[in-house]
């Protein structure tokens, strides 16, 4: 007996001749197993991969379906006799057959072992041969067989330009041209494939053609996608120009799983464009966008995922300043994460869960969502720290701070993050990396107060920018000087709230043209805002203030100014819960302040009790970029208006 599903589900008797397995359910049930690897597969997980809706007598038509089954593969088993193929198993069943008796696990076990030993060459070339078509051929549209079908396919395509590879290796292969051009053909986007023909025909004589090929591959990456064929690529060029003896083992064009971007690619220009900021960081995420959508549609999974994990770029604010191209491209990593599947390459699965962490910061996610996000920075996290990679550690903790918002009161979580991507930045020399950990960091210590701490990190960052041309550090840290001012106003001899007041809007000048409309918006009106709860004077009320994500916070503060009492207190009323970002502690005392100016107890109450944790830091410091004061100032207020 053996059972084949790379290509329509099939089994066969030692004989040769098929098994008549009854219709296509029956097929998928069969199918389902062998995609279980010999481990149980819950009744309940059957019924809802053999239905979408499953109707109401769901599982018992699913045990007449295993039933018909068993007596298909054991006809001559006695009626009391147990099964030995399909066997019940806890709440469900399991396939019993030896591996080698599985067309797939057969092919797997045979990759696996000629990636470790290039003797068993042609144990694989057979494996090879013994694909019908596509997997699961005949079980089109159930999810789980695409996901097995997708996965599958890669692996084919690693097998193939292993196979090549090793043959190319020992001195052989100048017969792959053939087969080779077709699987290029087929397949364009896989750099690999393109390094193995050109390597091919070089081995059989041909090196003007090996030349035009790799200036194909050239072209079609980068019209078709913007990205440069990698330095293996590269290296086969100059080697073939040169003369270069053999082309083997060390020159190979195999560029694997872990292979790095070649160092000029639309991503990277990205990148680069991004930290500069201002209109060149606008073209950089339309930019990245567009390349992600051109890999997704090339079909290869690597190259996607390379290309959505390529842009690492620093980021310290917890606003998207594009929530929809945020979402794009969350949605395309958490695609090809699951395409991936558990047994994709693990720093690839790293970049895609890092990307997730960092673009999950838009205000309007669901919990679900937040969840999700929060839950691929420590994956993502996880991952980086045993693959032992300082440039992709730096990134998933990145990943990490971003997620860091869960409630008010982390100050201190975040300066510990802030602070290790600093020590990995500096000794593993990450320029950029080095500029996020001190800024982490400026926000933290002005989140607690500790100015004297903000400020060294502040110049500290500084420093940094003007080796790494990073011109969005100078406004940043410009406003942490105008939120230091601030803070000093209200000290005897200190400067005044104007001159606090000039120092914003010097710094609101330079922010609107930086390219960060996430940060941007709203900000200087609630800099000021802050600015005049710090002197106890009634909030800013002039019509071109615009106050924009903070508007439904500041509202009923604005009202109570313009002595609007009754529309306060429902504004206040209808005033939600605060994003979790680096204002959240400011909104928190914003709806604190309103409560207690309205009697409100139980909006006071809530209030205090979201600011317990967060009593010795102080009210929208955590940005480093404005202050409305110590959050205790709010938090003892909001208690007594509670408990009078």
Known sequence: MRIDVLGAVRALRDDGSAVDLGGPRHREVLARLVAAEGRMVATDTLVDDL???????????????????????????????????????????????????????????????????????????????????????????????????????????????????????????????????????????????WGLLARALHRAGRQADALATLRRARTMLVDRLGLDPGADLQRL???????????????????????????????ELARTLALAGGDALVHSRRDRLAAIRAAERTGDLRLTARIIGAYDVPALWSRADDPEQSRAVVAAAERTLTALGTDGPADLAARLLATIAVESRSA??????????????????????????????????????????????????????????????????????????RLVRLQSASALGDLDAAASHAEAAERLAATTEAPLVAVLTGWFRARATAARSTEPGGPSAATAAAHYRAFEDALRSAGMPGLHRGLFPLALLGLRLLHDRPAPTGPQLDWGPYRPWARPLLLL??????????????????????????????????????????????AADALRGARAEHAGAASGMLTLGPVARYLAEAKACAGA
Not at 69 to 93: H, N
Not at 239 to 244: K, N, Q, V
Not at 383 to 394: C, H, K, N, T
Not at 422 to 437: I, M, Y
């Open 51 to 193: 239905w979408a809706d499953p109707p109401a007598r769901a599982v018992g038509a699913l045990r007449t379906f295993v039933a018909a089954l068993r007596r298909a593969l054991e006809p001559d088993r006695p009626p009391r006799d147990p099964p030995r193929v399909i066997v019940t198993e806890g709440p469900g069943y399991a396939l019993r057959l030896p591996r080698e008796d599985v067309d797939v696990h057969r092919f797997e076990d045979t990759l696996a072992r000629a990636r470790r030993d290039p003797g068993a060459v042609s144990d694989l070339g057979a494996a090879l041969a013994a694909w019908r078509g596509a997997a699961y051929a005949d079980v089109p549209g159930s999810p789980w067989a695409r996901r097995e079908r997708t996965r599958l396919e890669e692996l084919r395509l690693d097998a193939v330009e292993l196979r090549a590879r090793i043959l190319l290796d020992a001195g052989e292969g100048a017969d792959l041209v053939a087969e080779l051009g077709a699987h290029v053909a087929e397949h364009p986007w896989r750099e690999p494939a």
């Open 237 to 267: 060029e100059m080697d073939i120009l040169t003369g270069a003896p053999p082309l083997e083992g060390a020159r190979t064009a195999w560029t694997g799983p872990g292979a790095r971007l070649g160092p000029r690619t639309t991503v």
């Open 364 to 437: 309007d996610l669901s919990e679900a969502e937040l969840g999700r996000a929060r839950q691929a920075a420590l994956r993502g996290e996880a991952l980086a720290r045993e693959l032992a990679d300082p440039a992709l550690l730096a990134f998933a903790l990145n990943g990490v701070f971003l997620q860091s918002f869960s409630r008010p009161g982390l100050a201190a979580v975040r300066d510990g993050i802030g602070a290790e991507i600093l020590d990995l930045a500096t000794r593993h020399e990450l320029p950029n990396f080095a500029v996020l950990g």
């Open 561 to 606: 100014a313009q002595d609007r009492g009754a529309e306060a207190r429902t504004a206040l009323a209808a005033v939600p819960e605060p994003p979790r970002d680096h204002m959240q502690e400011a909104m928190w005392c914003l709806t604190a302040r309103a409560a207690v100016r309205l009697g409100e107890r139980g909006i006071a109450a809530r």
